[in-house]
T-cell receptor, first 117, second 115 residues
């Protein structure tokens, strides 16, 4: 099946610094990637949708200047949390769909645990 | 307003018995439904899906039933195995044109299968 990887799997950073999270589709071309955030015992909340080569579409309430998303190639999307604060601590998960796939089905990465101290 | 609801946060079932996970939705535009399984600190794994034109889809031990009039779907796992213990998310899509589709997730139900 389709494999999506994320790097790093966990990261601890100091308040005020920026953190970049990578999401890669390993064996298929991902035309669209999604970024989710999950708080403990909460559902996955969609943050943004990114299509390769175009600007990401952010969900209401998500600050696009704080969560920078780049989808420069068909296999890589990055999420940069800028000027991170403790309230940004969360589990961030990406997913991807691709051409020729059953596009309702999203393939998820393993997630990245971000802790801001 | 939560459009996809999983009202049972947890469920315990004896090994070998049937597990039934329920999901309700409010958006009548949803036309495709999926179930994902998730272990702690991992991304969700796709399990099974169903289109709104069907009322049942079966894949091995997993069967999803859709009742459109009630806006309700359920996932049946039979027989339940200890390895099925995980959080199960119900997700729905309303479609967004050609290409890929955004999913709306429920809050999940934690299934524990007791050996």
């Amino acid at each position: 099946g389709a494999v999506v990887s994320q790097h790093p799997s966990w990261v601890i950073c100091k308040s005020g610094t920026s953190v970049k999270i990578e999401c890669r589709s390993l064996d298929f071309q991902a035309t669209t990637m999604f970024w989710y955030r999950q708080f403990p015992k909460q559902s996955l909340m969609l943050m943004a949708t990114s299509n390769e080569g175009s600007k990401a579409t952010y969900e209401q309430g998500v600050e696009k200047d704080k969560f920078l998303i780049n989808h420069a190639s068909l296999t890589l999307s990055t999420l940069t949390v800028t000027s991170a604060h403790p309230e940004d601590s969360s589990f961030y998960i990406c997913s991807a769909t691709g051409l020729g796939e059953a596009t309702y089905e999203q393939y998820f990465g393993p997630g990245t645990r971000l802790t801001v101290t | 307003d939560q459009q996809v609801k999983q009202n049972s946060p947890s469920l315990s079932v004896q090994e070998g018995r049937i597990s039934i996970l329920n999901c309700d939705y409010t958006n009548s535009m949803f036309d495709y439904f999926l179930w994902y399984k998730k272990y702690p600190a991992e991304g969700p794994t796709f399990l099974i899906s169903i289109s709104s034109i069907k009322d049942k889809n079966e894949d091995g031990r997993f069967t999803v039933f859709l009742n459109k009039s009630a806006k309700h779907l359920s996932l049946h796992i039979v027989p339940s195995q200890p390895g099925d213990s995980a959080v199960y998310f119900c997700a729905a899509s309303a479609g967004s044109g050609a290409g890929s589709y955004q999913l709306t997730f429920g809050k999940g139900t934690k299934l524990s299968v007791i050996p």
